[in-house]
């Protein structure tokens, strides 16, 4: 350097070198820097496409949840529709042949096999009846005495009528059994429902 300070072009020559170099270490500092703040950059972006596809896949997980617990509720109300319609039409039709019974002239034998099932199921001897308002009469001593004679079992009618509109219930001491029309539909109904319920249950798996 010493050897060129009196020689201008040698000395601007060299200035000029020195810049160069310097320049060039600025441009690759300056290429780093923009490398790292471009990688950051990426690496931000990277993230935030990761949160954000989370944040749509937590989105869509909730949003399938909620619409697979509608149709799960929409299929159990289908279900119980499906379960209770065909149901409903059997107990109305069935109501209606039973409340028909109490009418017709041979009533007193349906009675009759109200009142010997009850025997059976209570196992007893001495059983005391009372029937629906239009049946109760219908037990009169000969009939309750013939009865008798054909189970085996003694058969008195109670004093007052059973509060129902078709059978009759039968009592021995604290042994009761129900042999009214609405009660023995309604056991009928709920195995009606429980077999409707498997069949269905078939159906829809």
Known sequence: MAAILGDPEALAAEVSRRAHHKAVEIAEEARRNSAA?????????????????????????????????????????RFVLLRETPIGHVWRAAEERLRSLVQRPNYRDILKQCAFRAARELGAT????????????????????????????????????????????????????????????????????????????????
Not at 178 to 192: E, K, R, S, V, Y
Request: glycine content about 4%; proline content about 3%; charged content about 25%.
């Open 37 to 77: 703040i471009l990688q950051g950059a990426q690496e931000q972006v990277e993230a935030i496409r990761l949160q954000s596809e989370q944040a749509i896949a937590h989105q869509t997980a909730a949003l399938q949840k909620r619409i697979a617990a509608r149709a799960d509720l929409e299929a159990q109300r």
């Open 126 to 205: 001495d059983l005391e009846l009372a029937a629906d308002p239009t049946g109760h009469p219908l037990l009169s001593p000969e009939t309750l005495d013939r009865w008798s004679n054909e189970a085996g079992v003694r058969f008195h009618r109670a004093h007052q009528p059973a509060a129902t509109w078709g059978g009759l219930v039968a009592t021995c001491g604290r042994l009761r059994f129900d042999a009214t029309f609405q009660t023995q539909l309604a056991i009928a109904q709920a195995a009606l429902r429980e077999r409707v319920f498997e069949i269905l249950s078939q159906e829809l798996k």
